[in-house]
C-alpha cells in the first residue's frame, strides 16, 4: 500500500510505500521433474488449475505462468511442483495482489532451487510479469516493496536509483486502509493513457523520465491535458519527499498535509479518482483524529488511506464505517502496522 507517490514509479519517480499485515500464502512442494513437470495449483475461491509446458494459461493464473516463464528464462528450473494459495489481500482494491501472488511464487521457486536473489531482482521480474506478460505497463513499486519492506517502516523509493530507505512512522499514529469496495472495470487502457500522456511530455521536452522536469518546463507543453497529467507527476514526487521527511522529524501534520494534496491533484490533474474513492476520502478527513487521506493505488476505485492519530482509532473506524454509503456499499477499514515483505517457512 503506498502512503504517497502515485504514478510516479514508471516516471523514475519517487515512492512511499509499506507493506500490509495481510498475506498470500503459497504452500509448495516439489512434485516430477523441475525442468519439465505439471504445475498444479488449487487457488482458495479460484479452483484448481494446471500450467503444462506449452499450454495456454487464463484468468489470474496467468501471473503464475509468467513467473514460471520468466524464471526458467533466468535459469530457474521453476516446474513440476503442486500447490495451495490463499489469501486476505483484496482484489481489485489497490492493494497489490497480483504483486503479493508475484513475490510469492518467485520466492518460492528460489527457495526450492537453493538461490537467494535481492528484493530488486525478484521485484524486476514481478514487474516483467505484469508488462510482458499479462500487459499493463505498471511501475515496480508493488513488487520491490512485496519483496523488501521492513517491519516497521515505510520505504521512501527511488525508482530510478532502485532503492528503499527505510523510513519509521511516528507511534502516535496509524495508517488506515479504508476499502470503498468498489473495484475497477476495464481500467488498464485508461491506466496506459495516463502512462502516454506522461511519455509525450517526457519527449516534447527531450529529457529521459517526469523525473528530470520542473513546473517551469511544463509551460512548454502545448496539450492541457498532457500538461495536467505531468503536473501531478512533478508535485507528487516534491510531495513523497516531502512526507518522508515530515515522517523522520514526527511532523505529522505535515504529513497529513501532503496526502491531502496528493488525493487532489489525483483528483483534479491526473484523473484517476473515483466518485467512492472521493467520496470516502471525504469522510474521512472529517472523521475522529484523521491528519490526511487520499486515495491509493491506480486509482479510478478500490481503496484510500488515512493517517489517523493513534488514540483516535477505534473512532476513526467507526465514524468512516458508519457515514460511507457510496452506492449502497459498506466500507472495511483496517488499522495497519507496517509489516516485513515476503518470507518463507521450510516444514518439518
Known sequence: MNLI???????????????????????????GRPDTGTVTVDSAGFGEIEIVPGGDVLGWAT???????????????????????????????????SAALEVAAIRALLERAGVEWPPIDVARVGQRVENEVVGLRSGIMDQFISAGAIQ???????????????????????????????????????????????????DALGIAALRDATLDDLGQVAEATDRRRARHVVTENDRVVALAGHLRAGDVVGA??????????????????????DAIVDIARRAPGCLGARMTGGGFAGCAVALVRADDADAFVADVVGRYDYDGLTAEVWICEPSAGASVRRSG
Open 256 to 277: 497529513g498535509a501532503r496526502m491531502n494534496e496528493s488525493h487532489v491533484s489525483l483528483r483534479d490533474d491526473f484523473e484517476v479518482s473515483g466518485p467512492g474513492l
Open 152 to 202: 516497521g517502516h515505510a520505504s521512501l523509493m527511488d525508482c530510478r536509483a532502485m532503492t528503499l530507505d527505510p523510513t519509521p512512522i511516528p507511534g502516535n499514529v496509524v495508517v488506515a486502509v479504508m476499502d470503498t469496495r468498489t473495484r475497477r472495470v476495464l481500467a488498464e487502457a485508461a491506466y496506459d493513457e495516463r502512462r502516454a500522456s506522461c511519455e509525450r511530455v517526457a
Open 5 to 31: 507517490g502515485e504514478h510516479t514509479d514508471y516516471n523514475d519517480g519517487f515512492t512511499l510505500p509499506m507493506a500490509l499485515p495481510l498475506d498470500t500464502v503459497i504452500t509448495f512442494e516439489s512434485v
Open 63 to 97: 501471473h503464475l505462468g509468467g513467473v514460471i516463464e520468466l524464471m526458467e528464462e533466468s535459469g530457474i528450473a521453476s516446474r513440476g511442483w503442486r500447490a495451495c494459495i490463499d489469501t486476505d489481500v483484496p482484489t481489485g482494491a489497490g492493494l497489490s495482489s
